[in-house]
Nanobody, 124 residues
Framework: QVQLVESGGGLVQAGGSLRLSCAAS????????MGWFRQAPGKEREFVAA????????YYADSVKGRFTISRDNAKNTVYLQMNSLKPEDTAVYYC?????????????????WGQGTQVTVSS
């Protein structure tokens, strides 16, 4: 029903910035809340940021508040994660996810669709 494809990952030095993109297809993008998660080697997948359907509400993990910004362009069926002041501990595979519900869910189990992930590596 929904396909998500992430892009924009790469290698960046600590203190640098990256912008991840998640392009959606399959149905009307604006009907879904969108989230970003990340998973480092040997660790659980963790919540990063979410934006409600329509884009009116956002929620961030404490670890990224003030540094990351989630946004969406419904006309382009795309959600973004702007990452500034990157730290080595931000290194992970980042996943885009879509939830067919209201609000800004933080649990992976609340999301219905997932992208394949994009690697972000922050060097010291």
């Amino acid at each position: 029903q929904v396909q998500l494809v992430e892009s924009g990952g790469g290698l960046v030095q600590a203190g640098g910035s990256l912008r991840l993109s998640c392009a959606a297809s399959g149905r009307i993008f604006s009907n879904f809340a969108m989230g970003w998660f990340r998973q480092a080697p040997g660790k659980e997948r963790e919540f990063v940021a979410a934006r409600s359907r329509g884009g009116g509400n956002t929620y961030y993990a404490d670890s990224v508040k003030g540094r990351f910004t989630i946004s969406r362009d419904n006309a382009k069926n795309t959600v973004y994660l702007q990452m500034n002041s990157l730290k080595p501990e931000d290194t992970a595979v980042y996943y885009c996810a879509a939830a067919d519900l209201h609000g800004t869910p933080v649990s992976p189990s609340r999301y219905d669709y997932w992208g394949q992930g994009t690697q972000v590596t922050v060097s010291s």
